[in-house]
């Protein structure tokens, strides 16, 4: 049985500690327990969007003990970099440039020290682009010795939900520097979106990333707007893909 150290046993009790990390320091309340949970062939991981999407997992590299941050891009930058991955013919070139490219989608100033670009491979249309820092845990035994050798910085706030400060570039700012750098990004003139017009379900019309349904552009130009009630449920219509962003890229 692992000794539980007084700060886990404090967050664990507290009423603002979120269940996935009630379930992963209850399970691990040391590094040293998920280290040794790691080696034994278990998966360590714990997946919160508490402030974007994360995860946190403690894995072997080369048989070395190693907690492994990935912090991915959420909600508008996610949907802004899988429809430009979407729109280019060669997913090869395209994971490229896109990992070429995530640091220039932050705010200047951001420190990216110990931080690389990775993809991770999915089952969907698209795989998963993130920014992984991978730090040792040989000699570290509390979460505290971690957290407080080891702070996250400033990436963790620019990707945000709640950001404050700067953050992500989304929308039509995400769409032109990912053209900036190769990439077939495409917005919606008119509501801004990121738009694919290769979504597996909707090869041919242009779609947000998470339009399963169809395109419900929600400025769709209504000519029967003010005519009756139900045009003001904002049902939607077509997108307006921009015309700058159907020339070819450079
Ligand atoms: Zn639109």
Known sequence: MTEVPPDI??????????PEWVRFYSAYPTVTAAVQAAGNGESVAV????????VQRVVLVEGKPVI??????ASQAREALVTAYLNHTDPEAATAAILHT??????KGIDLSGIECVVEPSNGPAPRFGFRRRVSAVGLHTWRDYDELHPLGDLHQVLSWHSTGGSIAEGA???AILRAHGLPAVGCERCGESLTNRHPSWPGTWVCLSEEYGPRCEEFEDPFEGLHELDTAGIGGPHAPATRDLEPVA
Request: no cysteine; hydrophobic share 40%; net charge negative.
């Open 102 to 107: 995530l640091p220039h989608l932050l705010p």
């Open 173 to 175: 700012e995400a769409v």
């Open 47 to 54: 997946f919160s969007s508490e402030s974007t999407a994360y």
């Open 68 to 73: 492994e941050v990935v912090l991915y891009p």
């Open 9 to 18: 046993a404090e967050h664990l009790a507290s009423p603002d500690t979120l």
